[in-house]
Each structure stands twice: as C-alpha cells, then as structure tokens.
C-alpha cells in the first residue's frame, strides 16, 4: 500500500501529533494501483465506537467509468458521526463505510475516464462516498480535481464548511461591500470561514459567541480574521447600536433556540435568516410579528443533500473551485490537524469530540 | 347627512340584526356633499371600549387632489382593535379613527381629480384612513372605484381578507391546478376564502380544524365551500396519506404553536410555509431538521403594510380588481353583516369579540 510522506512541521497537543501542513505528499512518483484496503465499517448503525470494525478487503475491478482513488486525509465531522448512527438524512447501504469528506489521489483510471487522470489530487463531489479507508473505488464523475499543491489541512476539509460559508455569502442574499451580516456560533468552522469571506468580499460581520473565561482572546482570535463586532446573545443589540453598522440583511444560525431569535430580531425589514446548524438541539422560536409585519423569510442551508442536489455537478465543481481559489489568494486559513491512523479511531473519535476548535481531527490512513 | 337605504333581506340573531344585502343603496340619485360627519375618535391608545368616543366635526374643505367620501359600511376587523390598542404596526396620528376597512361612496372631488368621480363606490386602498365615520375628506389616489352593483357584504370587506387569500395563492409560490395546499385555521375568514379561491383555480386544499361538538356541521359547511379534505392536528398526516393528494407545496398558517409545526411537516421538500396571523398566540417552532434537510422555508405574509407597500398602488388596485371579478363570478360568498350604528359602537365591539363566524360586525355610519 502506498504511503503518503507529509511535508510538515510538526506539533503536539498533550500526547497527540498535530500537524500544520504545508504541502501533500511529495512522493508523486510512487502512484501505483492497488489490491488491498483497509476500511473502518460498520454492518448496523449506532455509536461508531461500539460498531466500526477496521477491516482489510481485496479492491474491487476498476470500471471503464470508475477510478481507484488513495485516500490521504479524511477528516472526522460531526455529519460523519450523525451518518453511523443513523440520523443524517444521507446514508450509506450497509455495511457502510463512514466519511463524506477527505482528499485523495488518483492511482488508476478506466478507460473511459476523461476528468481524472493518475497523480490528480481529488475531493468528494458526491456524499456518503466513504473516506474512512486506505483507498477505494469510486464512479469518477463523484470526484473533483484540485490543485496538487494546496495544504493538506485545507484539501481534507474542502467540502464542506467552507463551500457552506461561501454559498450562504453568495447565494442567497444579493449583497453589497458595506453590507452587515450577524451570525451565531461564531468560533466554529464555518463561522471562522464566514468572517475571512466575508472581509475578502468587503461586507462587515457581527459575530455572536457564548461568553466565555477567555473572552478578550476569542475577540482578538476572530477580530484578527477580520470581525468587525464580536458579542453576545445578551448584547447583541446595544453593540450593533453602537457600531453604526447598518442593520443586517442575512443571519446565520447554526444554534437554535433563543440565539436564533436574537439574530432574527436585528435583521433589517425583508431580511433572510438563514438556518445551517442546531448546536443547541433547540428549535427555532421566531416571534411571529417577524414573519408577518417585519417580513423576515426563515430558510435552511445543507451544502450536500440541499444546494449540490439542486445546483447540480458543474455548479457545485465550480464552488468547490472557488473555495480553492479563496485558499489560494489566502482569504481562508486551513484548520491544524490532529492526525489518526484507521486503526486509531477509538482515540480519534474521543479526540473529534472533545477537539479544541482550532483542530480538526484527521483520519491519515496508512 | 345622506343615508343610504339597504335594499336587503333582514333576519335576526338573538336581538342582532343581520343583513344578507344584496345591492347597496339604490338611492344613488340623492348624492351630494356634505357640511359635518360623525366619526369615533381616539385620543390616547387603549381598549377601545374606553377610549372611544363619538364626536361631530366639521368636514375640512376639498382639496384639488381629495375626494369628499360617505362610509356606507366598515367592518370591525381585529386589526382595528390592535390599532386602538397599540399594538398594530400602521398607526394613524392621535387623535385618530379608527377602521382600516369599509366601502363608500364619492360626494364630491377636487378640481384635479379624474380617478374618481361624484357618486363611485370605493374601497381604501391606504391603511389606516379611518373608516369608521360617517364620512370624511380623504386623498382621492387612496381609495379605488369597485362596481356599484357589488353586494355591499363584499364590498365593506373587500379589501382586506380576500386579497389576502388571493395574493397567498397567487404570489408566494407557482401552484398548478391539482397542486395541494394545506391550511390551518380554515374556518376563518381568509380560511374560508382560500377554499373557494383554490376550488376556482383547481388547487386542493387540506384544512386543518380545532376538534369542536359541531363536527361534522363544520366538514359539510367547508366541503360546500370546495374543502378537499377537513382534518385536526392530531389525524393530518393519517388523513392526509389516505386521501392520495400530493404532498403540499404550500402552507398557510394563521394559528402558530404546533398547529404551525405540524402543517409545516406535511409539506413536499422544498415547500413554503406562510404565517399571516397567529391566532394562539404562540410563536412558531419548527424543527430545525424541516429547515435544513428538507428545504422548507418560512416567510409571512402581510397584505396591507407588507405586500401592498412592496407592490405598489398599481398592482394593489390591480389585486382588488380580480377580487371583484372573483365575487362577481360566484367564487366566494360575501359574509353575513350584523349592523351597527355609529353611536352603538359598545354593542359592536361585545359583538365583533363573540361573534359566530360565518357574521361580520360592520358600522352602517347614519
């Protein structure tokens, strides 16, 4: 099995290895096919800690149509965890591998593949592939080619977070430089995304966070990505007030419950709020003089079962070009990774949820 | 001061009169202007009963650009009762009138008028003009000529719910004929026009009722009006999975709480809900899964601040034009009346609260 050598330097967070990467993979030369591979699967669902099993199987023909891909890097998301267990709404057939997002290498094409050619770096195009694995074979029309040059950190994570801050940014509102933007959860990935596009893009961020014992830290932390206003649920009002800020005309949530209100309640007349997440497990409560007097719309936002679908392949390749685009001119800062071999996935599930936010929790299959 | 006899058939409720009119003032030969007009007037916000009082003044003279109109009727709408309160987002200046509604009569028009003319019937196409007077001086660009010969039923309670429930049907998302929609509240004034409206366009409706002793009273009563399906909360989506209608691709919710949820969660992926009135006074709460997995988006509809502002005058008069047409193709049955004077405006307003449904209190100003 090839192996793929990280050109990295190299930290550690108590006794786990992270890695800032710069560049993938430097040992292009050894692309060669595959016979064997490992995958982490599971035959039924539930907490991936009692049903994945890591298992070795022979690798699969190669179709005219299909391409055998390596997979590099794969990261563990929460939409990962909801699939094994059976709550997101796009599954696998059993027994199924996990992972909807990853980056790998094209190690063998079919004769009729005309987009991938051996040596490409790829991302999923399609969900529920299963990146939970060594390598795989895969229809060539679910993948898509990026540059062979970009970070590992941000090609492992490509797929989702930030193609979800660009689309909501670009799809849904017309905006202009100037125009204010208010979101909740603000430190997590996407927020993080939302405020470096944004800032690339000229409009301005209101950034609602929980307080916290470190707070002035999260402010620098997200003022550097170019925060305009970082607050609370709390204060959301009177700082939006004094920041001369023009009211809202999107929000984002990926909270819930009260903190989606509050967000709801600052948007300017017609405004669009925009349902991503539910961290808090609790519904959206909007009073309904929003709806009706203040014509707020209330929508919900899924990169990969919603907008893909609908968008179709070329739309979504050419998102998922732009995101590469944004890494490239430096508006997007990859996450750290903490790296995990297949066989590490008890310590690797731990680690996704209990992971500071700055990491993310990579499978590096070897 | 004129006053308009009613060519109409009378009966009784209890010691109520009520009116089932149909042809308004056939007196048209006696019009003329007149000098001093009565009208109910607010000096501070409160519950009307307390704060209103019936005064005399004289009528200001008409402008170049005015009309001089005579109110024939002008119902009591919960909207006039929150604006007395308070608590209505289109507010008249204080000392006000109240009655956003009503139908009238031209007696006289300024030198630049060419709308209107002397003896028109009209409907306001402003809000808050304060229709419940005898008669006043009025811009004549806010008001518009309906036919003469429109019962006067449809005529004092034109502009409000019927248009509401055309422009919902019309304007939030493309319906074909065969296409469901699904409603809760559909025993109320716009309910009932939605049924009629969606049986003259080919849509199906699924109405959703509160559980009452009168069953099967209130299915026939909307059946006759073209109801497809009559349900509960609690027995919609049984009902509506045994009556082989397709999903619903619209909601229109006047209830909120779960009655909103639950007509929400029916509806086809990619479907619209639309909140234009919250009668249980409870907010909203739909599960965010709704939102983000199946695409469903939650907007309000508003026709008098909302729509009408966005719209235009023009596309308004339009709307109030195809409602006339509606009505006088027998699409919707005009409401039974119980008339008021001016000076009785206690009994109305004890009436307006506990009034059966199928009666609309209106002042008939003498």
Same mark, same amino acid.
């Given at each position: 099995?090839? *192996? &793929?050598?990280?050109?990295?330097?190299?930290?550690?967070?108590? @006794? =786990?290895?992270? %890695?800032?990467?710069?560049?993938? &993979?430097?040992?292009?030369?050894?692309?060669?096919?595959?016979?064997?591979?490992?995958?982490?699967?599971?035959?039924? @669902?539930?907490?991936?800690?009692?049903?994945?099993? +890591?298992?070795?199987?022979?690798?699969?023909?190669?179709?005219?149509?299909?391409?055998?891909? *390596?997979?590099?890097?794969?990261?563990?998301?929460?939409?990962?965890?909801?699939?094994?267990?059976?709550? !997101?709404?796009?599954?696998?057939?059993?027994?199924?591998?996990?992972? $909807?997002?990853?980056?790998?290498?094209?190690? /063998?094409?079919?004769?009729?593949?005309?987009?991938?050619? =051996?040596?490409?770096?790829?991302?999923?195009?399609?969900?529920? +592939?299963?990146?939970?694995?060594?390598?795989?074979?895969?229809?060539? %029309?679910?993948?898509?080619?990026?540059?062979?040059?970009?970070?590992?950190?941000?090609?492992?994570?490509?797929?989702?977070?930030?193609?979800?801050?660009? &689309?909501?940014?670009?799809?849904?509102?017309?905006?202009?430089?100037?125009?204010?933007?208010?979101?909740?959860?603000?430190?997590?990935? =996407?927020?993080?995304?939302?405020?470096?596009?944004?800032?690339?893009?000229?409009?301005?961020?209101? @950034?609602?966070?929980?307080?916290?014992?470190?707070?002035?830290?999260?402010?620098?932390? #997200?003022?550097?990505?170019?925060?305009?206003?970082?607050?609370?649920?709390?204060? #959301?009002?009177?700082?939006?007030?004094?920041?001369?800020?023009?009211?809202?005309?999107?929000? +984002?949530? &990926?909270?819930?419950?009260?903190?989606?209100?509050?967000?709801?309640?600052?948007?300017?007349?017609?405004?669009?709020?925009?349902? !991503?997440?539910?961290?808090?497990?609790?519904?959206?409560?909007?009073?309904?003089?929003?709806?009706?007097? /203040?014509?707020?719309?209330?929508?919900?936002?899924?990169?990969?079962?919603?907008?893909? /679908?609908?968008?179709?392949?070329?739309? $979504?390749?050419?998102? #998922?070009?732009?995101? =590469? *685009? $944004?890494?490239?001119?430096?508006?997007?800062?990859?996450?750290?990774?903490?790296?995990?071999?297949?066989?590490?996935?008890?310590?690797?599930?731990?680690?996704?949820?209990?992971?500071? /936010? *700055? $990491?993310?929790?990579?499978?590096?299959?070897?």
């Amino acid at each position: 099995m090839l *192996q &793929c050598s990280m050109n990295s330097s190299r930290a550690y967070i108590g @006794n =786990v290895r992270v %890695a800032s990467v710069l560049a993938m &993979c430097a040992k292009r030369a050894s692309v060669r096919a595959i016979s064997t591979a490992k995958a982490l699967i599971y035959e039924r @669902n539930g907490d991936p800690a009692d049903v994945l099993q +890591l298992k070795e199987q022979q690798m699969p023909e190669v179709g005219e149509q299909d391409a055998q891909i *390596q997979i590099i890097a794969a990261p563990i998301n929460p939409s990962d965890i909801n699939t094994v267990q059976g709550k !997101y709404p796009l599954q696998p057939a059993l027994p199924g591998v996990p992972g $909807h997002e990853g980056v790998g290498r094209v190690v /063998k094409v079919g004769s009729k593949v005309s987009s991938l050619a =051996v040596g490409d770096h790829v991302v999923p195009l399609a969900s529920a +592939l299963g990146t939970w694995r060594t390598a795989g074979v895969f229809k060539a %029309a679910d993948w898509h080619k990026i540059p062979k040059d970009l970070p590992m950190a941000a090609a492992a994570t490509l797929t989702i977070n930030p193609p979800t801050a660009l &689309c909501m940014l670009d799809n849904i509102v017309q905006l202009q430089p100037g125009d204010t933007i208010v979101q909740n959860g603000a430190t997590s990935a =996407v927020g993080r995304h939302v405020i470096q596009l944004a800032r690339a893009k000229g409009l301005k961020t209101v @950034n609602v966070i929980r307080d916290r014992p470190d707070w002035d830290a999260a402010v620098s932390w #997200l003022q550097g990505m170019g925060a305009d206003v970082v607050t609370t649920e709390q204060k #959301l009002k009177a700082d939006l007030a004094s920041s001369s800020l023009p009211a809202p005309k999107l929000a +984002l949530n &990926c909270i819930g419950g009260s903190s989606a209100a509050a967000i709801a309640k600052v948007l300017q007349a017609g405004g669009m709020h925009v349902t !991503y997440g539910a961290m808090s497990m609790q519904p959206l409560a909007p009073p309904t003089a929003l709806l009706i007097f /203040k014509d707020i719309t209330f929508k919900g936002f899924w990169i990969s079962g919603g907008w893909a /679908k609908r968008a179709g392949p070329r739309a $979504h390749a050419a998102l #998922l070009d732009q995101v =590469v *685009q $944004h890494i490239q001119q430096g508006h997007l800062t990859p996450p750290q990774l903490q790296e995990f071999q297949l066989s590490q996935f008890a310590e690797a599930l731990d680690a996704s949820s209990t992971a500071h /936010k *700055q $990491h993310k929790v990579v499978f590096v299959p070897e």
